[in-house]
């Protein structure tokens, strides 16, 4: 079945620490997405990927990092610049919405926590 | 900039009741709107999309309606089941855009 995998599902992070978590989708979409979800809140988009090697900044950029050198994948990386990161992150892809109207396919996120 | 409000936050029914779930956006010219469900922990399941030329979709018990001319979408459940339980994300995506905007979710929970 086609999805999209996030790994790992709780990650904790330690003061001053880079971590990585992993999105990969077999979906064949061009575009993925980065959200961060806090409790009672929507989301946000963090960073986004319309084609292989490129990326635009979402609203809250700051303190993480992205790269998309294959299709399947959009590892986001927090970094120790981010000082609030506790939250729970959502990868999503989907076909780019110009001309077809498509939903956003969301994998089952990752929750990381700060030690 | 866009912005999405859901009302109620949270809602609580006994199974059977049919019931609706509003949403409202500020900036009226969008290229869709879609409905999200969220299970607790889980990620999005997309529920319905309506394109800004529409003006409902239906899927099974679920009917969502747009207008765009008020800034305003709602979700309708018919006979509400204890697994509707769930939070409903609503989400407008901005013409030129590929990118959603999301409400905070309505937290609805059906009792047996």
């Known amino acids: 079945d086609g999805g999209i995998t996030q790994s790992p599902k709780y990650l904790f992070r330690k003061e001053g620490q880079n971590v990585t978590l992993s999105c990969e989708q077999n979906l064949n979409h061009d575009a993925m997405y980065w959200y961060r979800q806090d409790p009672g809140q929507g989301l946000r988009l963090i960073y986004y990927s319309q084609i292989v090697n490129d990326f635009q900044k979402g609203d809250i950029a700051e303190g993480y990092s992205v790269s998309r050198e294959k299709k399947e994948s959009f590892p986001l990386t927090v970094t120790s610049a981010q000082k609030n990161p506790t939250a729970f992150y959502l990868c999503a892809s989907s076909i780019p919405n110009r001309d077809t109207y498509q939903p956003q396919h969301f994998g089952d996120g990752t929750r990381l926590s700060i030690l | ?112």
Do not use: H
């Open chain 2, 1 to 112: 900039k866009q912005e999405v409000t859901q009302i109620p936050a949270a809602l609580s029914v006994p199974e059977g009741e049919n019931l609706v779930l509003n949403c409202s956006f500020t900036d009226s010219a969008i290229y869709n709107l879609q409905w999200f469900r969220q299970d607790p922990g889980k990620g999005l399941t997309s529920l319905l999309l309506i394109q800004s030329s529409q003006r409902e979709q239906t899927s099974g018990r679920l009917n969502a309606s747009l207008d765009k001319s008020s800034g305003r979408s709602t979700l309708y459940i018919a006979a509400s089941q204890p697994g509707d339980s769930a939070t409903y994300l609503c989400a407008a995506m901005n013409s030129g855009y590929s990118t959603l905007t999301f409400g905070k979710g309505t937290m609805l929970l059906v009792s047996p």
